[in-house]
């Protein structure tokens, strides 16, 4: 295949191997007519891409997209020249300098159909602009409305910087009919944007809002409960879910108390939550993605928080280094709970967790920045909680990460460079000679581009990842499993904005395991439509793709509270564990601040290895290859009045595995799920209520007990000797546990002086001291319950 050089790309005729293309060079800039052929902009992408291909020496790679080019060429004509003006900036807060993503940007009148969203680090491109004179608004919830006017000559790139006031009292937004983030929508099927205000609705033990407390409340997503901090969304196991800081995988961020996880509001921008049907960026997992987004220390002025309350303590500092240029944040929890529950409760609740975050962030100048984050947590208890059962549990995360972005002078093009090291290691047993111990532990490194061309987008990018797995689930073997997994490849995402506001987002990734000698190929697509015909304001959506993963979770699967899980890479000589998603949904405002979601989604498993039913996880482990399929439909409901709000979720699902011939249900197969959330302002105080349901969970039952005698050992007198007692299981997973439910409680009130703000909290965790089941010891038969009533106090101090 011939290689374009770049000084060669406004050439009438590209040569692509098997086909010439004809391009006609940039026509002269018109007020009336549009440039025939392809912009020099759209050249420039399709000539990276050809270039992804010879990186790759992928033949086929290389066909696909010269006929991409080809079938998208018309678009280009229909496009204004690429001579014509662009608008671009970023969007802060005046307080602090954090960048605002999700600002809607529109040049001329308020309603004006032309205008976007920033992106994640609050940057924005309004491309192919026609010459004139313009107003550009910068609207958002929460802030004061910012206009500046223009003037755009042809080939006149003009950067325009605002800072937003905060304004609690503005409630009405700019309408952009053609806005849009720099991913998908909220509302689009199984994709939620989440923001810090929404994480402090639900009320949580402590005065620290967190994604997790969020997570649980979400139809779709369920946990065991109150502890063991594992995640199952959609029929999804916890290892198949994907957590990104920043670009940064974690493998484990739950915490041992299911209310808390590694992302406390204080160090959170926005989160990305896909529960499934993600695009073609995001990949190595079959169930979803969690992409969290860490905010940028304040660049304006030192300011800080610390809290205090019965189940942990905190404290963040924000420290400009430069002003508006570089700044450093930090942020440390701690749990206390294990100290002063025996004091407060009479009881022991020994569980101890606790995370540390930091992160350097600067701005290089206008057009880029770069940030490094580190980040570690650390788990301890014993599961069984106070029953003196032993089920010592610890788990530590550790990961730091880089990541430098760019918005180019001149095209309309977005780079993001990211490279990170992430480990997790988990043991069970005592401390000093643990039982069982897994460690995962990672290199990932990425680099993404974004063309922004008027009507249409290209996303791809190229990704890197090398895996090492090292295990031991027998304590009588000092020998470690060890193995080591290379994958590699690459993506692509278009999107299309059409007419009458439907879009579409076909995509595609090449996956390729190579220390296996395996290379997939995932298609994905995603598609909105929001009619301006439609009642309600409607938006119907649809999501679906192919994804493979690589690793999978070794565990006792015979309950699903047991916590420890081993990583390992799937097992070799077999067929990749894949999936399939099909998700469609409606989301629709039937009155005025009510919002309504419908989601209907089907996941089909294949080749999935499952860890035959036993006691514990045991070195001999046999896996049986499992298919299976997770149905369900989510629907939420919310309301949002100036002093109230009120929120309830509903889900019902249904999660089938098959192993030769057997039907049987996974122990996350939690068939329906309610949640509910309401909240009151009274001047400056808050009150907050959340309840849960759950239903059931299923087990395994207890068919009976026998005397375990090994024959094989020639000095046993088989006459006499009483042998080991063990059990015999029944069917597998045939029984179900009692349902779960929980409600909490909290009221806070809010005290306010120049530069400090003082907030007191008081509450209650399972208000009505509800005897929810954790788990249930086959030996002793002794109950091991989840958290009882507990009144929390908190307090925290913010300066500002």
Not at 33 to 47: H, I, L, R
Request: charged share 20%; proline share 6%.
């Amino acid at each position: 295949m011939a290689r374009i050089a770049p000084s060669t790309i406004y050439n009438p005729n590209f040569s692509f191997g098997f086909i010439t293309v004809p391009l006609q060079p940039p026509a002269t800039p018109s007020y009336t007519d549009s440039a025939k052929g392809v912009s020099p902009q759209e050249v420039a992408f399709w000539y990276h891409l050809i270039r992804l291909g010879n990186i790759f020496s992928l033949p086929s790679l290389q066909r696909l997209l010269a006929l991409c080019l080809i079938t998208l060429s018309p678009l280009g004509s229909s496009i204004a020249s690429a001579q014509w003006a662009s608008i671009r900036g970023r969007v802060t807060d005046v307080k602090d300098g954090q960048p605002l993503p999700g600002v809607h940007v529109v040049i001329g009148e308020a309603g004006s159909s032309t205008g976007t969203i920033t992106n994640r680090d609050g940057y924005y491109i309004i491309a192919r602009v026609r010459p004139g004179e313009y107003e550009v608004t910068f609207s958002y919830v929460g802030y004061s409305p910012a206009s500046r006017t223009v003037s755009l000559n042809f080939d006149q790139v003009e950067h325009v910087n605002v800072s937003l006031e905060p304004d609690l009292t503005t409630l009405n937004e700019v309408v952009v009919e053609t806005a849009r983030p720099e991913h998908e929508h909220t509302g689009s099927a199984g994709f939620l944007t989440v923001r810090p205000s929404d994480l402090e609705r639900i009320p949580l033990p402590g005065l620290s809002a967190d994604l997790a407390g969020y997570l649980t409340s979400v139809p779709g997503i369920t946990t065991a409960g109150d502890q063991g901090g594992q995640l199952y969304v959609r029929g999804g196991t916890p290892t198949q879910n994907l957590f990104l800081l920043d670009g940064i995988p974690i493998y484990q961020p739950m915490h041992i108390v299911g209310f808390y996880s590694a992302f406390p509001a204080e160090i959170v921008s926005f989160s990305n939550i896909y529960a499934g049907g993600f695009g073609s960026r995001y990949g190595g997992r079959l169930s979803s993605v969690v992409d969290v987004s860490s905010r940028n220390g304040s660049k304006r002025r030192v300011v800080g928080a610390a809290s205090i309350a019965p189940f942990l303590g905190s404290v963040r500092a924000e420290i400009p280094l430069l002003r508006d240029k570089i700044s450093i944040v930090a942020s440390v929890r701690e749990s206390v709970i294990e100290r002063i529950a025996p004091e407060v409760l009479s009881e022991e609740l020994p569980y101890r967790f606790g995370d540390r975050f930091a992160k350097f962030h600067a701005f290089l100048n206008e057009t880029s920045h770069v940030a490094i984050t580190a980040i570690s947590t650390t788990d301890q208890g014993n599961v069984a909680g106070a029953t003196g059962l032993a089920n010592d549990i610890r788990w530590e995360n550790k990961a730091v990460g880089a990541r430098y972005f760019y918005l180019a002078q001149t095209f309309p093009v977005l780079t993001e460079l990211l490279v990170s090291v992430s480990s997790f290691e988990m043991q069970s047993g005592p401390t000093e000679a643990p039982d069982q111990t897994s460690r995962v532990s990672g290199f990932n490194g990425a680099i993404n581009f974004g063309y922004l061309l008027g009507s249409w987008e290209a996303h791809f990018g190229l990704f890197a990842q090398s895996t090492g797995y090292r295990y031991n689930l027998d304590e009588r073997n000092s020998d470690d499993e060890q193995e080591f997994i290379a994958e590699g490849g690459t993506y692509m995402d278009l999107r299309f904005f059409l007419r009458d506001g439907l879009s579409i987002e076909p995509g595609f990734r090449i996956h390729s395991y190579a220390s296996r000698g395996q290379v997939f190929a995932e298609p994905r697509f995603r598609a909105s439509w929001s009619p301006k015909s439609a009642p309600w304001g409607s938006t119907f959506s649809f999501a679906a793709g192919l994804y493979h993963q690589q690793t999978v979770g070794v565990t006792s699967d015979r309950i699903v509270t047991d916590v420890f899980t081993a990583w390992a890479p799937s097992p070799p000589f077999r067929d990749v564990p894949r999936s399939t998603h099909f998700i469609v949904g409606w989301s629709g405002r039937p009155l005025a601040g009510v919002s309504a979601t419908v989601e209907t989604y089907r996941k089909l498993i294949d080749h999935l290895a499952f860890p035959e039913v036993s006691e514990s996880v045991r070195p001999d482990t046999q896996f049986l290859t499992v298919e299976g399929v997770s149905n369900g439909v989510d629907l939420q409901l919310e309301v949002t009045r100036r002093r109230w709000f009120g929120k309830v979720g509903y889900g019902i699902s249904s999660v089938i595995y098959e192993a030769d011939g057997e039907k049987f249900r996974p122990p996350h197969d939690r068939r329906h799920q309610l949640s509910s959330a309401f909240g009151l302002s009274l001047g400056l105080i808050r009150i907050r209520l959340g309840w849960q349901y759950g239903s059931g969970l299923p087990f395994t039952q207890l068919a009976g007990f026998y005397d375990d005698i090994p024959i094989d050992v020639s000095s046993r007198d088989f006459h006499t000797s009483p042998g080991e007692p063990s059990i015999a299981l029944g069917e597998s997973f045939g029984g179900r546990l009692p349902a779960y439910h929980r409600l909490d409680v909290s009221i806070e009130r809010t005290f306010t002086w120049p530069i400090v703000e003082a907030t007191v909290q008081l509450g209650a965790v399972n208000a009505y001291d509800r005897s929810n089941l954790f788990d249930l010891d086959l030996f002793s038969a002794e109950r091991v319950n989840q958290l009882p009533v507990i009144p929390t106090v908190g307090l925290k101090i913010e300066v500002k």
